[in-house]
């Protein structure tokens, strides 16, 4: 006896693929999922820079702790933050570096701004965001050690 093979039908050319229906409607729903969920995405990722901003700053707050300890001041507004990496002339007890490297710029590639005497404590260290100017809100919101 011979085993019988089941037979199976062929499947003709015409339902070998998806209908440009079925397509139309997969893209539909990606596009559809896309919408609500990218702009949750892109909030995600600028909390994070500005979260980012915070923990920097408060590095250089630390940096500007020690430095106060060996010289007995903070560094002038003039002589700014690069004072925590080079020794500013006529300053006695500098230990330096207070930092491995450069002083960073911020999340958005601008420079951290330093006063002594600050305005909002002993010194002020801040930057002004994404837009690089004062005020805003969101990621163009001031991030300061204020905060």
Avoid: C
Avoid at 45 to 58: D, E, P, V
């Amino acid at each position: 006896m011979k085993k019988e093979r089941a037979m199976k039908p062929r499947l003709s050319s015409k339902s070998a693929g998806f209908t440009l229906m079925e397509l139309l409607v997969v893209l539909a729903i990606l596009g559809l999922l896309m919408s609500l969920v990218g702009p949750q995405v892109l909030n995600t990722l600028g909390g994070a820079k500005t979260k980012t901003a915070l923990i920097q700053i408060r590095d250089l707050e630390q940096a500007l702790e020690m430095y106060k300890l060996d010289v007995g001041r903070y560094p002038s507004t003039a002589q700014g933050l690069g004072a925590l990496v080079t020794k500013p002339g006529g300053t006695s007890g500098w230990n330096g570096p207070y930092l491995k490297n450069d002083v960073p710029d911020d999340p958005w590639g601008n420079a951290y701004h330093y006063k002594y005497p600050g305005e909002r404590g002993d010194i002020d260290i801040y930057t002004y965001g994404q837009n690089g100017t004062a005020g805003g809100d969101g990621e163009d919101a001031d991030v300061g050690n204020w905060q």
